[in-house]
């Protein structure tokens, strides 16, 4: 049990023991403590009929009202109270509603008047009247005081800092030593959030308590009962009887709502432990939810007037509804500042000319997309780790396992060692991962890791120091931290749903940038580049085709096919259109690739281009082409126009003459610093002195950053490039040798309208 809750006083007659079997940690979670039988001896309480016939009286009746009332028999409530007294108790228990509070002055014996604070409710039929005397006139109360806390309450910036205002203004309200506030987890366990104390008391900040430490039976009382106190931890319960007192027996009345309610003697024993001689805790509700506890302790016993007493718990209400408005505001700054990472992060991955470098070169990086310990990028042979990571062999088995065993490509679990029993070896900086697959197949992973929870915790509270050594050991804080530690063992802070979409976003883009990749700038990168170094080695031009073609090539684009054709077929029924469409395009244009790939080979084995001529719908070729830029459109901001409406049928190599618009669409893109970036592709009829079979000129223009005329011809020969290497996202020069020659073997010709500065048209006809 805690050191916190007041619970009930367990006696063996319950039904839940037999005599002699003693209530642990263990099964105190059965413990009957609504009906315990008697009640703390700081007031009196009687039960009573509707009628007002005495049912139950506590045996310190006596010690209050004197002897002379018998009890041997049936009595009334005026009998016990006097007529007076007793005609306002039967008011009040015609009104409806709840718990009510008043004050009550009753005559004594002696002729004095005593001035009670009566509480009075209803429960399974029996009124409960409870009395508990007030010295002299009793105390007002002062609503000055909860006006000015509520006001310091609002203005707190943080959920600590309101703790810590609540906890300041319970303790100059009480006087209590000590007052804490207490929150509990999603997993039952609690810790010390906020504490205000006498100086020279330990600091209990920062201690965990495993869920054990309050028993189900004692947090549904805390809902129901918002506001315990034992003015006296040393006290002697005072029996409940039922009266007549030799009349028959009856059960014993259920106390869960009398605030006398009497202790369990285990929570009693905990705070003697701690040397606590009076203790008092108000609950802290939030949408019916037990969010936590205010606990207060006093070395020695301390009495709370039932007015103040209110007063706290007007004040936990106050802090549980101002820390619901903290928490969101929290929880949408969170998210805002998810969404700036991302966005910051989308653009450098964008802009990067490898977009893995994208994701850990600059600032953002990826790992600042999620709160984590520290992330991995695992692709293909590119292994990048930030921040504090499990190590890379161990990474390197979990992917395996991922591959084999996760179909989702957002992962996620804060319990990693319960799914994958090795992930043991690295809990304390990967118990909880969160990992998106760009390609199971190619084990192409990004894993964000996050540490333990236990050694994420303050461990302020488990200094010796610190601990109170208790004489039974079991019910000592001590015991309850290795409890707790050994409870929360292999888990991570749980992710939270906008952490989990971050990382879904991500990915989409990530497998938009792949596919563009594959589909032309990567393919076309790979090649030139390898074609590069082959040529300096002075093999011909068509045998480096073929070798990068074959080799390197074939294989990962069929791989990206196979792969979203298995998507398709695996997950078609659980995805979206949306979701289905996007995976349509994938296998359409990783198989244009394909072929785009199969015809390189081709050509390079024949040694010399081969056409495939075929009527070609020109009106069906460019939307297949634009829509390979298309994810580019929004994050670049491209706009796009083809002009003319009908475009005409021509006979042509259609693979050819796409890879001829996209080379100038790319090249149009690429050497543009414009914010908005327009191209405009278009067609006119030839003239007779053009040089064009189809009877066509057709063009695509840019307002890029535009070329020198000197530099016209140039531009065409191969690995000729007119901007350092890098600039403008780099490329290998060989493009539009490629353009120009796929022109002149249809029979056209390619020539271009460009000054600096001043955008660029490419003309040609086939
Ligand atoms: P790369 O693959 O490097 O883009 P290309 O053969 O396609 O090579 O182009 C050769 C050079 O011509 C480029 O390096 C660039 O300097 C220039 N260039 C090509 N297209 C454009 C354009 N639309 N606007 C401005 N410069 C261009």
Same mark, same amino acid.
């Given at each position: ?6 619970? $009930? ?13 003693? @209530? ?29 016939? @005495? *049912? ?214 905990? *705070? ?38 209110? &007063? ?32 910051? *992060? ?26 984590? $310990? ?12 930030? $921040? ?9 088995? &979990? ?121 032309? &700038? ?5 090649? &030139? ?120 049928? @021509? ?8 890879? @001829? ?44 950053? $535009? ?60």
């Amino acid at each position: 049990m805690t050191s916190f809750s007041n619970t $009930g006083n367990f006696q063996e007659r319950g039904s839940y023991f037999t005599a002699g079997e003693s @209530v642990n940690l263990n099964n105190c979670d059965k413990e009957p403590i609504h009906i315990p039988g008697s009640i703390q001896p700081h007031g009196v309480l009687i039960g009573f009929s509707a009628e007002g016939e @005495v *049912l139950y009286k506590s045996a310190n009746l006596e010690d209050f009202f004197g002897e002379t009332v018998s009890l041997q028999r049936e009595c009334h409530l005026r009998e016990i109270i006097g007529e007076e007294a007793a005609a306002v108790v039967i008011e009040k228990r015609k009104n409806s509603g709840g718990k009510k509070y008043f004050p009550l002055e009753i005559s004594q014996k002696d002729g004095t008047v005593q001035l009670f604070d009566a509480q009075l409710h209803l429960h399974n039929a029996v009124y409960i009247l409870e009395l508990e005397p007030v010295k002299g006139k009793g105390t007002a109360v002062d609503l000055d005081y909860f006006n000015e806390s509520m006001q310091h309450l609002q203005e707190a910036v943080s959920p600590e800092e309101l703790a810590n205002i609540v906890a300041q203004k319970i303790r100059q309200l009480t006087g209590f030593g000590r007052v804490m506030v207490y929150r509990f987890n999603e997993d039952g366990s609690g810790v010390v959030f906020a504490e205000e104390k006498e100086e020279d008391m330990d600091p209990f900040l920062g201690l965990w308590y495993p869920a054990t430490d309050i028993p189900q039976q004692a947090r549904k009382l805390y809902l129901q009962n918002p506001l315990r106190i034992i003015p006296d931890v040393h006290y002697t319960p005072s029996e409940i009887k039922s009266v007549p007192e030799n009349g028959p027996e009856r059960p014993s009345p259920d106390l869960s709502f009398a605030s006398l309610r009497s202790v369990s003697p285990i929570h009693i024993q905990y *705070l003697k432990n701690m040397e606590v001689g009076a203790s008092m805790s108000v609950s802290i509700i939030q949408k019916n939810r037990l969010w936590g506890l205010i606990a207060c302790h006093h070395p020695v016993a301390r009495h709370i007037s039932y007015p103040y007493r209110q &007063l706290c718990e007007l004040l936990a209400r106050a802090f549980a509804m101002v820390l619901g408005e903290k928490e969101e505001a929290l929880q949408w700054q969170y998210s805002q500042q998810v969404q700036e990472v991302k966005k910051a *992060l989308f653009q450098n991955i964008s802009k990067a000319e490898n977009f893995t470098d994208g994701l850990h070169n600059g600032t953002p990086t990826v790992m600042d997309l999620i709160r984590c $310990g520290g992330c991995v990028v695992s692709f293909g042979e590119g292994y990048t780790s930030l $921040g504090i990571t499990p190590p890379k062999e161990e990474v390197l088995a &979990l992917i395996d396992w991922l591959q084999k065993n996760i179909q989702e490509e957002v992962f996620s679990s804060r319990e990693l060692p319960d799914l994958y029993p090795e992930g043991e070896k690295f809990s304390d900086t990967g118990s909880g991962i969160l990992a998106i697959a760009i390609s199971q197949v190619q084990k192409e992973y990004i894993i964000w890791f996050r540490p333990e929870v236990v050694h994420t915790v303050t461990w302020a509270g488990r200094q010796e120091k610190n601990i109170v050594e208790a004489g039974d050991e079991q019910l000592s804080p001590r015991n309850s931290f290795e409890a707790w530690a050994e409870l929360v063992r292999n888990k991570s802070e749980k992710w939270l749903a906008v952490e989990l979409e971050a990382a879904k976003d991500l990915r989409g883009l990530i497998v938009d940038i792949v596919l563009r990749m594959s589909g032309q &700038l990567k393919l076309r990168a790979d090649i &030139l580049s390898r074609l590069n170094e082959e040529m300096n080695s002075s093999k011909s031009e068509m045998d480096s085709f073929a070798y990068i073609a074959s080799h390197d090539l074939k294989e990962p684009v069929r791989g990206i096919q196979t792969y979203a054709s298995f998507v398709l077929e695996d997950y078609g029924a659980v995805l979206d259109e949306e979701g289905k469409a996007k995976l349509k395009t994938l296998i359409r244009l990783s198989s244009r690739t394909q072929q785009l790939v199969d015809s390189l080979l081709q050509f390079s084995r024949m040694g010399r281009m081969e056409l495939n001529p075929s009527d070609t719908d020109l009106n069906a070729l460019l939307p297949d082409v634009v829509d390979i830029f298309r994810p580019r459109f929004t994050t670049e901001r491209i706009s796009l126009e083809i002009q003319n409406g009908v475009w005409p049928t @021509v006979s042509c190599d259609e693979l050819r003459i796409s890879e @001829v618009f996209m080379n100038l669409i790319s090249n149009a893109i690429k050497y543009n610093s414009k914010e908005e970036k327009r191209i405009t592709i278009g067609f006119r009829r030839a003239g007779e002195d053009e040089k064009s079979p189809s009877g066509y000129v057709f063009f695509v223009q840019d307002n890029g950053i $535009g070329i020198n005329p000197k530099f016209h011809k140039e531009i065409f020969t191969i690995f000729r490039r007119l901007n350092a290497r890098d600039a403008y996202g780099g490329g290998t020069g060989a493009g539009l040798t490629i353009t120009k020659k796929i022109i002149e073997r249809h029979g056209g010709r390619i020539w271009l309208n460009s000054e600096l500065d001043r955008g660029s048209c490419f003309y040609f006809t086939f």
